[in-house]
């Protein structure tokens, strides 16, 4: 089934929405500090290309946000 999808998938839209993908890699390829985001670009053009079938992993970096002040502590000491 997954097969069927991707066909149909590359057929009606994933071809231009991977070439755009690779297209965007390659432009942020062109300087040094682009290239980990180009080769991020280039796994977002296979998934483009071919959905079906394909797990996306999340590479466990955990984002920690500061935590707000308490206005209690600010209002009532």
């Known amino acids: 089934m997954s097969t069927i ?3 149909l998938w ?3 839209g994933g071809l231009i929405g991977g070439l755009a993908w690779v297209l965007a890699g390659c432009l942020w ?3 040094i500090i682009g290239i980990p985001v180009g080769l991020q ?3 977002f053009a296979s998934l483009a290309f071919f959905p079906f079938g394909k ?3 999340y590479g466990g970096w ?3 946000l500061p ?3 308490d206005l ?3 209002l009532w000491p």
């Open 72 to 74: 209690d502590h600010f």
């Open 5 to 7: 999808g991707n066909i």
């Open 67 to 69: 935590r707000q002040p």
């Open 10 to 12: 590359f057929l009606f």
């Open 55 to 57: 797990e996306v992993v």
């Open 41 to 43: 670009c280039f796994k």
């Open 29 to 31: 390829c062109i300087t």
């Open 62 to 64: 955990r984002l920690f």
